[in-house]
Each structure stands twice: as C-alpha cells, then as structure tokens.
C-alpha cells in the first residue's frame, strides 16, 4: 500500500492530466501509440516503482495524452509473470492507475489462435477467459476499500463489448469474438496442449492480460479485451511458431487495430 501511494503520488506531481482510460499493448502492437496527442512520457525505469518489461518488442514506454476527447494512458509493452515478476508486480501499474481514478482499461494482445475458423491477423473481441496461470494478483491481503471476492460474471463490459461492434462495423473491418485463454508461458504450447485449450472452449491463447482484468475489476474498472491473432496452428498439422513471425502478424494487424481503437474511444 506505501509504493502504490507514493507511486501515485509521483505521477500526480509529474502528470499534467489525469487519465480516464488506460491502454495496455502487447507485442508487435506498441506503434498505435504514435497516432495519439501525447503530454507525457517516461520510460517505466523511470516510474516509481514500476516493473521493467523485458519482452521481445516491448518498447517500455508509458505515454500520456488524448486521443479524441479522451485522456489516456497507454502502455507500449506489458509485463508477464514469465519475466520472473510476481502477479502483484506485473499488476503494479494498473493498480496505480485505478487509485488515481481511471475507470476504463482496453487490454490488447497479440494472440495464438486456437478457433480453426480465424486467420492470423484478424481481431478477437474478448467474451470471457479461462485463467491457467499458476497465481492470482489478488492473492495475500486484500486492499483497503476493496472487495475480497469480486464477481467475474461479467469481466468484459457488455457495453463496451457493443460499442468495439459499433465501432468495428462503422470501419468496416471484420473481427471475431471468442473466449481468451492465460497460460504461464514463456514456452509456446504443444499441439495436445493445442487440442486441450480448444477442447475446454478456448478460442485464442496467450500469456498476458488476464491478471491486469482481475485487478482492473478489483478497482472497479469497465475493461475490454482485443486478441490480435498472430497465428493459427491445427494440432493435427502443427507447424513451428517464431516470435519473430508473431511480431510481424501482429504488426500487419495495427492499422485495423488502431482504427477500431480509436473509432471505440470517441464512442465512449
């Protein structure tokens, strides 16, 4: 409770406008952010306190700003548990944000797909998710104020799950929705692993964003979830998967990305 308030403290002191909404980029996703009006920025060695990402293409950059009519925070790289850091640790940031008064967060993720029916590039929005990590960020003591036991029913905001259609549909880019599956990583998954996420009804996977929903509805948060699909493997015809072509599927996928993003936050 002392570093989240001296971190937001800190930001306080440096930040000239506090954001209402917080945005979270995975990998091959950080260049959305050039199109924003920025503030502020910082490198995360910077920040109080904050976790450094050392993911592959994760610029470590937090960046304050607008875009449109909202004041946003934007996340270039996230941190994951497989870097060594704890739940509590790679949910640190978020955490800060939620005290200082943000009540939306828009977590993006470069994704495998386990849905046959998608092709790499296209854009999952998230229903819902199976959380496979080893670990809960709300495990210990509770917070002060918080609730104990949040209800997860509804993780992802109904209405914020219509207006990303809205928007989707007003720019004429095609997504998919589909349930999110969390793993541990950092190794990619086997093609019975392949078989089993889809078997209990996961349609993409990945390695990051559920822990930030947990705490985003800890606090209280209104949270929508984008999986850009990198890569769909059949387990029956399974074929290698690099990082590097993950990264380049994902960049491919910014443009529509960006506009959904974009087109979702003037709605909002």
């Known amino acids: 409770m002392n570093k989240l308030e001296a971190t937001a403290s800190f930001f306080m002191k440096k930040m000239p406008i506090l954001p209402d909404v917080v945005v979270f980029l995975g990998t091959g996703l950080g260049g959305i952010a050039e199109a924003m009006q920025v ?10 306190h904050f976790p450094v990402s050392t993911a592959p293409d994760h610029t470590g950059k937090l960046l304050i700003g607008r875009i449109g009519k909202r004041s946003v925070a934007v996340f270039q790289g996230r941190f994951h548990y497989y870097e060594g850091y704890s739940m509590r640790e790679l949910t640190f ?3 800060v944000f939620g005290m200082l008064g943000a009540r939306y967060y828009i977590g993006c993720s470069a994704s495998g797909g386990l849905n046959p029916a998608f092709t790499p590039g296209d854009l999952m929005f998230v229903k819902d ?17 918080k609730l104990r036991f949040p209800d997860m029913s509804q993780a992802y905001s109904p209405e914020m799950l219509n207006l990303l259609r809205m928007s989707a549909s007003e720019k004429c880019v095609s997504v998919q929705e589909g349930v999110f599956v969390a793993v541990p990583g950092p190794s990619l998954e086997t093609p019975a692993e392949t078989r089993y996420l889809r078997l209990i009804g996961g349609d993409a996977v990945a390695m990051s964003l559920v822990p930030e929903v947990i705490v985003a509805a800890h606090e209280g948060m209104q949270v929508a979830g984008i999986a850009v699909i990198a890569n769909v493997n059949n387990p029956d015809n399974f074929t290698a998967i690099a ?9 491919k996928a910014e ?14």
């Open 129 to 145: 998710h199976i959380n496979l990590m080893p670990d809960n960020p709300l495990r210990g003591a509770n917070l002060p104020s």
């Open 39 to 48: 503030v502020w920025e910082a490198d995360y060695r910077e920040c109080l």
């Open 243 to 251: 990082i590097e072509d993950v990264i380049l599927t994902a960049r």
């Open 93 to 95: 940031p978020l955490r």
């Open 255 to 268: 443009d529509k990305l960006r506009k959904v993003l974009f087109a979702f936050l003037e709605k909002l």
